[in-house]
Nanobody
Framework: QVQLVESGGGLVQAGGSLRLSCAAS????????MDWYRQAPGKMQRELVA????????NYADTVKGRFTISRDNAKNTVYLQMNSLKPEDTAVYYC?????????????WGQGTQVTVST
C-alpha cells in the first residue's frame, strides 16, 4: 500500500502564488509518473494540470503553461506544483496521482486533495 499526502493549498488573491506538495510513503515501491489534477466547483471531472515522469519530462495543460511548474524529488518521493500568477479560474481541489510499481505490479494511487481558492 502506498499513501499520498498533499499539502500547501489555501486562499490566495489573484496574481499570487502557492506551492503544493505531495509526498508518497509505503514499502518497496517505485514511482513512475506523478501528476496533478484538479476538480473545479460544479464540475464532475478532474482535469490534468501537469505531469512529470521519473526521468523529469513534463507536460502541462494549456491553461497553466507559463504559470505553473511541476517538479519532483525522487529521493523524497515527493512531487511539487509551483503555481504563480494565480487566477480565480484556478480555484479547485487539487489532487496528486502516482503510477506506482510494487512487486512488479502496477498500481495507481490518489491523494485526498487540497483546496486552492483564488479570490479576485
Amino acid at each position: 500500500q502506498v499513501q499520498l499526502v498533499e499539502s500547501g493549498g489555501g486562499l490566495v488573491q489573484a496574481g499570487g502564488s502557492l506551492r503544493l506538495s505531495c509526498a508518497a510513503s509505503g514499502n518497496a515501491f517505485t514511482i513512475n509518473t506523478m501528476d496533478w489534477y484538479r476538480q473545479a466547483p460544479g464540475k464532475m471531472q478532474r482535469e490534468l494540470v501537469a505531469a512529470i515522469t521519473s526521468g523529469g519530462s513534463t507536460n502541462y495543460a494549456d491553461t497553466v503553461k507559463g504559470r505553473f511548474t511541476i517538479s519532483r524529488d525522487n529521493a523524497k518521493n515527493t512531487v511539487y506544483l509551483q503555481m504563480n500568477s494565480l487566477k480565480p479560474e484556478d480555484t479547485a481541489v487539487y489532487y496528486c496521482k502516482a503510477d506506482v510499481v510494487v512487486n512488479s505490479r502496477s498500481y495507481r494511487y490518489w491523494g485526498q486533495g487540497t483546496q486552492v481558492t483564488v479570490s479576485t
